[in-house]
């Protein structure tokens, strides 16, 4: 079975930096794809980094130059660097692993970031 355990969540002021961690478990982690995902109250979950099992990553243009996504195999753990956070990045982020960058299979718990103004 599956395991993705977040860590790094935190509050931090506008302008500020944090590193999410996922440590994954009961999977071969260096044959999968995986992601961060962000979601607020309400809204749907969004794309925030995917990063393919040969290090291609993609972004959108919200976190593009301020996020970067990377992985450690060795470690079964994938990083979200967050610099520059901005209000709007105020979410409960997700990890996840799957066949593909497009297709997300096993889901962390979630970790909250709350960046003040």
């Known amino acids: 079975q599956v395991q993705l355990v977040e860590s790094g969540g935190g509050l931090v002021q506008a302008g500020g930096s944090l590193r999410l961690s996922c440590r994954a478990s009961g999977i071969f982690f260096s044959i999968v794809a995986a992601g961060w995902y962000r979601q607020t109250p309400g809204e749907q979950r969004e794309l925030v980094a995917t990063i393919t099992l040969n290090g291609n990553t993609n972004y959108p243009d919200s976190v593009k130059g301020r996020f970067t996504i990377s992985r450690d195999n060795a470690k079964n753990t994938v990083y979200l660097q967050m610099n520059s956070l901005k209000p709007e990045d105020t979410a409960v982020y997700y990890c996840?692993?799957?066949?593909?960058?497009?297709?997300?299979?096993?889901w962390g718990q979630g970790t909250q970031v709350t960046v003040s103004s």
């Open positions: 996840a692993t799957g066949p593909s960058a497009g297709m997300m299979t096993a």
